[in-house]
């Protein structure tokens, strides 16, 4: 298998690593991610060869909270398997409080052919769920 180009990991700074960790690994694990690293101050999960890792903020750099809009990483978007799988992970970050972003427009605020669900994070990170 040819993994020239192909992302082999994520790294991720959160605010809280607890709220992190049970938030990314309900989502992650739902797509098909396994656990894949755990110590004190973060946490992994894998995908084939590639992982996304959360990392606990150090105190002294939480001063300024993310924001999708400023200088670096605006989202993540990530592959669904069907519309009904989106349609299920959308209830089930509804049930578990999660801001899903263009309600109003649901399913299809990325347009007419584009099948998504858009929500925030525990950081408010945005992130994407997108049907084939």
Do not use: C
């Not at 990392?55 to 069907?82: C, I, M, W």
């Not at 509804?94 to 007419?112: I, Q, S, T, W």
Request: without cysteine; proline residues 5%.
């Amino acid at each position: 298998m040819l993994t020239r180009g192909m992302l082999h990991h994520i790294e991720l700074y959160v605010s809280d690593l607890h709220t992190a960790s049970q938030f990314w690994g309900w989502f992650l694990e739902g797509l098909g991610y396994k656990p894949f690293q755990q110590w004190a101050e973060g946490a992994s999960w894998k995908l084939g060869d590639t992982y996304i890792v959360f990392v606990q903020t150090e105190d002294k750099y939480l001063d300024v909270p993310y924001h999708r809009k400023r200088t670096g990483l605006n989202h993540l978007a990530f592959h669904a398997d069907s519309r009904r799988h989106v349609d299920e992970m959308t209830e089930e970050l509804k049930a578990r409080g999660f801001n899903v972003l263009y309600e109003d427009k649901h399913p299809y605020a990325g347009g007419p052919d584009y099948y998504a669900v858009y929500f925030e994070g525990p950081d408010r990170m945005k992130v994407e769920l997108v049907a084939p």
